[in-house]
């Protein structure tokens, strides 16, 4: 009776040992499970002789992913219309390239990842970075790696004007050399342009330095205000604890490319400033539409805006309801000003059963007034263009006009009509 008892026990027991390695085994597989991401995509932009006119022939490449288990290799392709606020799924393909038919002066984001399916079992990866493509042009801030003639865009190997080789003075100069006129880019900074398929329309940044032309997108009107970007000008952000500090191109763009909307920096520093200023961690998901060329490109903020302006203009940002910088900070904190308040963002308009005609940041596929409230509602990025109260105009000994006390604190309506889109007073 001992006996046949004795192997009972060690048959369970033998059972229980193989029962808990089987469960550590398969923790341990699930844990391994985890496929590569695909970061390598490199697009090439044609337009063969069969090509539709106005379109070209977008073919992205990328590295093969290697399975973890033994499995199939497949791959998604996903592709957005509308600055990246929803996805379409394309298709999935084993293969390394695929290609695609684009309007020219459109806006395309591609998404891939890599799946890998072992019998009824499929692992998948997370998603490749955002590759964006602006057709006709190749996008010169990215895809080195499948055409290295596009460093030579910026730098010079032998007569470098700076320490970064560049080809010019400064790094603004080298950025006006594609963006000052719609030659090299369908973007122009300096004028505030951009080239779409139905002709040139307004920038969404607004213009650094335009002088009126009657019939043009702005309908004559001149530049009155806009940040500082020549790298000479020592200047201080209202707003903010830095003063004396030299502003540029590459103050918030990257030219290299960052995964953030128009290549803004992940990272801000300005070690001109007697307080250096460093702003880490910076994330803004946001696009452009271009499914209607008569109105050119349409902006899609969906997050993070606000973290760039803050970077220097600090106490501007303050929460619903807050004195401060932030959620819960108080003003004093920055300025030793306390008692002052500043219009919030990251609220809702419909929060305050408004209604408003500006660019909100959100989520809804309807750009709603459920989405929020950020510092490009009420300003450009770049320069205004509109006459504000601020401005008077006196006559001078010879009988000429002078418009002086020019600012418009690149607000994006004339006077305060910004608060009067939304409060209707």
Known sequence: MMRIFAKRFLLLLILGVIMCLSIFLQVQVVKADVLQSINDVSVEIASPDNQPVNTSQIQLRWLSVPPVNGGIISYDIEK????????????????????????????????????????????????????????????????????TNLCKTCHITHNGETAQLLNEPTASAVCLTCHEGLTNSKYDVTNGYTRTAGGIARSLGGAFAHNGVEGDPWNGASTTSAHSFDETTAVSAPGGMNVNQTMGCTTCHSAHGTGNYRMLRSTITVPTAPNTLTSINISVVAGAKTDDPSVGETPVYISGMETLCQSCHADYTAAAGAGGSGPGTPLGSQHGTPGMFRHPVNIAPAEKALTTTLPLEGTSITRDNTDKMMCLTCHYSHGSLVKDTNISTVVAGDGTSIETKVSSNLKRLEGMNVCQDCHKK
């Open 80 to 147: 957005s219309t509308n600055g990246g606020l929803t996805f379409v799924p394309l298709t999935n393909i084993t293969d390394l390239a695929w290609m695609d038919n684009v309007p020219n002066y459109s806006n395309v984001i591609y998404r891939l990842r890599s799946k890998e399916t072992v019998g009824e079992t499929t692992t998948v990866s997370s998603y490749s970075r955002p590759v964006n493509v602006y057709p006709p042009s190749v996008n010169v801030h990215d895809n080195y790696m499948s055409n």
